[in-house]
Every structure is written in structure tokens, then in C-alpha cells.
């Protein structure tokens, strides 16, 4: 079974940064396939960004070019850098892996962005 720990979650106001950390177990965290995802109230999960074993991403369009998605495997960490933060980008975020064809979902962080 895999755990996924994310931190780094908060208060910022608008314009600001953060900096979300996701921490997995298991020994394969290089082969991974890992993302953060998001949820507003009333609104569905949605993806933010991917990253793949190979170091590949995506982003959403409403994130592009403020996000950042990183990893870490000697560490077993996914990271999501984000700046120029708005309002809208208030939400529950979510640590996502796929190992093997199973998906995994960790227990979210609230960002909460201040206008």
C-alpha cells in the first residue's frame, strides 16, 4: 500500500507563492507517475500538473507558466512550486501517483489565496 503525504499548504495572499510537498512510500518511487490535482468547493477535481518517471510534465492552462512541478527521488517527494497565486486558485490540492495501474490519492492540503 502506498502513502501520500502532502504539506505545505496555507494562507497567502494574492500574488504570493507556495510551495507543496508530497511525500510517498515504497521502495519505486522513480517509477511513479505522480500530479497534483485540485478541488474547489462545488467545483469538480481537476489537474494541475503531471510529472512522469522520466521527468515529463503537463500543466493545466490555468496554471501555466505559475506552476511548477518537480520530484525528488532520492527523497521520494513531488513538489509543486506556485506563483502569481489568485484567489481562484483556492482549493483542497491532492497528491496523485499511478504505480503499476493502480492509482493512489493522498489526504489533500487546503491553499487558501486572499484577494
Known amino acids: 500500500q502506498v502513502q501520500l503525504v502532502e504539506s505545505g499548504g496555507g494562507l497567502v495572499q494574492a500574488g504570493g507563492s507556495l510551495r507543496l510537498s508530497c511525500a510517498a512510500s515504497g521502495s519505486i518511487f522513480s517509477a511513479y507517475f505522480m500530479g497534483w490535482y485540485r478541488q474547489a468547493p462545488g467545483k469538480q477535481r481537476e489537474m494541475v500538473a503531471t510529472?512522469?518517471?522520466?521527468?515529463?510534465?503537463e500543466y493545466a492552462d490555468s496554471v501555466k507558466g505559475r506552476a511548477t512541478i518537480s520530484r525528488d527521488n532520492a527523497k521520494n517527494t513531488v513538489f509543486l512550486q506556485m506563483s502569481s497565486l489568485k484567489p481562484q486558485d483556492t482549493a483542497i490540492y491532492y497528491c496523485?501517483?499511478?504505480?503499476?495501474?493502480?492509482?493512489?490519492w493522498g489526504q489533500g492540503t487546503q491553499v487558501t489565496v486572499s484577494s
Open positions: 496523485h501517483a499511478i504505480i503499476v495501474g493502480r492509482a493512489y
Open positions: 510529472i512522469t518517471a522520466g521527468g515529463s510534465t
